[in-house]
C-alpha cells in the first residue's frame, strides 16, 4: 500500500503562488509515476502535471505548462507542485497520486493510489 498526504493548499489572490506538497509512505515508489490532478465543484478530475519517481522526468498538461511545475525530493520522499500566476480558474480541490507503472500516464483509471486532496481556492 502507498499512503499519500497533501499540505499546502489555501487561499491566494489572483497573480499569486502556491506550492503543494504529497509526503509518500508505505511501500516503496522507486518505479512509479507520480501525478498531481484537481477537481473544480461541478467538474471532472483532470490531470495536472506527472513525474517518474526515479528519472525525476516530467509532464505537464499543455494548458498549465509555464505556470505549473511538479518535482519531486527523494530524500524526503515528497512531491511538489508549484503554481505561479494562480488564475480564479484554477480554485480546485487538488490530489496527488501514484502510478505503478514508470510511463507518465494521465488518465484516472491508471492511479492506484489517492490522497484525500487539498482546497486551493484564488480569488479575484
Known amino acids: 500500500q502507498v499512503q499519500l498526504v497533501e499540505s499546502g493548499g489555501g487561499l491566494v489572490q489572483a497573480g499569486g503562488s502556491l506550492r503543494l506538497s504529497c509526503e509518500v509512505s508505505?511501500?516503496?515508489?522507486?518505479?512509479?509515476?507520480m501525478g498531481w490532478f484537481r477537481q473544480a465543484p461541478g467538474q471532472e478530475r483532470d490531470f495536472v502535471a506527472a513525474?517518474?519517481?526515479?528519472?525525476?522526468?516530467?509532464y505537464t498538461a499543455d494548458s498549465l505548462k509555464g505556470r505549473f511545475t511538479i518535482s519531486r525530493d527523494n530524500a524526503k520522499n515528497t512531491v511538489y507542485l508549484q503554481m505561479t500566476s494562480l488564475k480564479v480558474e484554477d480554485t480546485a480541490v487538488y490530489y496527488c497520486?501514484?502510478?505503478?507503472?514508470?510511463?507518465?500516464?494521465?488518465?484516472?483509471?491508471?492511479?492506484?493510489?489517492w490522497g484525500q486532496g487539498t482546497q486551493v481556492t484564488v480569488s479575484s
Open positions: 497520486a501514484a502510478d505503478p507503472v514508470r510511463s507518465l500516464r494521465v488518465a484516472l483509471p491508471d492511479y492506484n493510489y
Open positions: 508505505g511501500r516503496t515508489v522507486s518505479g512509479y509515476t
Open positions: 513525474i517518474t519517481w526515479r528519472a525525476g522526468v516530467t
